[in-house]
């Protein structure tokens, strides 16, 4: 595997990279929680280019956080049932966790799962009429304190512990998205059996990373499982953390309760759940158990060949990419707003062509303005010499 090809994959390794994975084992203590972030009733759900809005809940959205701490310095990884988390709201999170608990802010790593039946997230283009809803306002005003709760519990439950790591493997339950067509394109979710499809355009990710944290005692504290998967496996109007909820709960029966699962999602843009080879039907809660209970059971024996680290030093270093935006020309404006006004009406455009049409917006809102990413710093150079280490450790015991 090529150094650069291993970095974009792994949340996972982005929390590895607080620990300094040398011999000289020390003390290291860590902290798990979990706190309820579900939005209310009629809140709008993410993930799509219209209105939906909450009618129930299936299982509630959380924000879960793993402190660690060596000689007096914390690291805090968070992981939310969320679409993603704007910049204001980690800014947000990260000066509150500052304040409580002392972590630095650049010791401070908040992602999304992803899932696409939790809150809209704001952005600078409001794409959902719904948004502006009184009690859904003061919802995403509180949420940077409830992101912040979940590192204040873990901080105060500090313990003695150890953490392990692994690596399993798991192809069955996804897919890339992108395909070669028969008419020379290449066609995105073109449909199941769809006699036009050659093959894949691109790969999946079957790499299954775990990292546990236990207390010296050997008590679960947490799992925090990395995974490249698009979580859009259950639809509806239903307010849903997705799979990570079966996998939570199934994880939790296995090793307690109290222990705090998080998943973070490896970089899956293009990968999802959709088999389409087949004609069954892939959308549902039933389809998001179905893949959680696969992934749980690999995770499950993942468990069985850990690796447990010997934790020298606590560090952390991050650095902003800037990347470029796609090609639009401001000639496509106006009938991407006019396609854009056809939504949900008896006209409504296609999926691709709504998709396509709020690209063209909110590239040209963008005003040439390239989109910034916080990664590992070296494009990654540092992180995967420290990661290959790692898994060489692990290739060279058969693992």
Not at 105 to 133: E, Q
Not at 248 to 267: D, H, N, P, W
Not at 343 to 370: I, M
Request: one cysteine or more.
């Amino acid at each position: 595997m090529k150094k650069n090809a291993f970095i974009p994959k792994l949340t996972f390794m982005l929390a590895v990279c607080f620990l300094s994975l040398n011999t000289i084992a020390g003390d290291l203590k860590t902290g798990s929680a979990a706190v309820k972030i579900t939005p209310p009733p009629g809140a709008p759900l993410a993930g799509y280019y219209y209105d939906r809005a909450a009618d129930g809940v299936h299982d509630d959205l959380f924000a879960k956080a793993i402190v660690f701490e060596k000689d007096g310095v914390k690291a805090v990884v968070i992981s939310c049932d969320l679409i993603s988390v704007p910049a204001e709201i980690v800014s947000a999170a990260r000066k509150l966790i500052e304040k409580n608990t002392g972590i630095s802010p650049g010791y401070v790593m908040i992602s999304a799962t992803h899932s696409h039946t939790g809150p809209v997230m704001p952005k600078k283009i409001d794409r959902y009429n719904n948004l502006r809803n009184a009690a859904y306002v003061k919802y995403l005003s509180q949420l940077p304190g409830l992101i912040a709760e979940s590192a204040i519990l873990a901080n105060s439950a500090l313990a003695d512990a150890k953490l392990s790591v692994g690596k399993g493997h798991e192809e069955s339950i996804s897919f890339n998205r992108r395909f070669f067509m028969t008419d020379g394109t290449v066609g995105w979710n073109p449909g199941k059996l769809n006699p036009r499809i050659i093959e894949p355009a691109g790969p999946i990710d079957p790499e299954v990373y775990v990292l546990y944290a236990e207390t010296i005692e050997e008590k679960p504290l947490a799992t925090l499982v990395n995974f490249a998967l698009h979580l859009d496996n259950v639809g509806g109007t239903e307010i849903s953390a997705d799979m990570p909820f079966t996998l939570s709960s199934i994880l939790g029966r296995v090793k307690g309760s109290e222990m705090v699962t998080l998943f973070a999602q490896g970089c899956a843009g293009n990968i999802n759940h959709i088999n389409v080879r087949t004609k069954d039907p892939q959308k549902g809660h039933g389809e998001a158990q179905r893949i959680a209970t696969v992934l749980s059971g690999e995770v499950l024996k993942t468990y069985t060949r850990m690796k447990v680290l010997d934790i020298d030093n606590i560090s952390a270093s991050q650095e902003i990419v800037r990347l470029k935006l796609p090609d639009v020309s401001p000639d496509e404006l106006p009938g991407a707003l006019e396609v854009i006004s056809r939504t949900g009406k008896p006209d409504a455009p296609a999926f691709l062509e709504l998709v396509n049409a709020h690209k063209v917006v909110d590239v040209l809102d963008r005003n040439g303005e390239p989109v910034n990413s916080r990664v590992a710093p070296g494009s990654g150079e540092i992180l995967a010499e420290r990661a290959l280490a790692l898994l060489n450790g692990l290739k060279s015991a058969g693992q």
